[in-house]
């Protein structure tokens, strides 16, 4: 069984940063591509950022250039720093991970982690 657990979630003023981890542990034979989404309230869930296995990255022009993703592969860790928030940024993360366990390709998603921008 593989479980994806986020953390580092919270509330901070506009402006301010905050740092996501997202670890992977289980029965993973191999972890490919990696990425943040987040719902805001009343929003559909959305792609905020992408990692693939080689580390090129992807960003929707909404936090490109404030939110930065990174992973570190001997941790099976995938880290969004996020800076300069502001309060449309608001909602709940979820972090989501193609991979290989025991049943072959899966993606499986974390539980989510609530982010709170205050103005």
């Known amino acids: 069984q593989v479980q994806l657990v986020e953390s580092g979630g919270g509330l901070v003023q506009a402006g301010g940063s905050l740092r996501l981890s997202c670890a992977a542990s289980?029965?993973?034979?191999?972890?490919?591509?990696r990425a943040w989404y987040r719902e805001g309230p009343g929003k559909q869930r959305e792609l905020v950022a992408g990692i693939t296995s080689d580390g090129i990255t992807n960003y929707p022009d909404s936090v490109k250039g404030r939110f930065t993703i990174s992973r570190d592969n001997a941790k099976n860790t995938v880290y969004l720093q996020m800076d300069s928030l502001k309060p449309e940024d608001t909602g709940i993360y979820y972090c989501s991970s193609n991979l290989v366990d025991g049943s072959g390709w899966r993606i499986y998603w974390g539980q989510g982690t609530q982010v709170t921008v205050s103005s």
């Open positions: 289980g029965s993973i034979f191999s972890l490919d591509d």
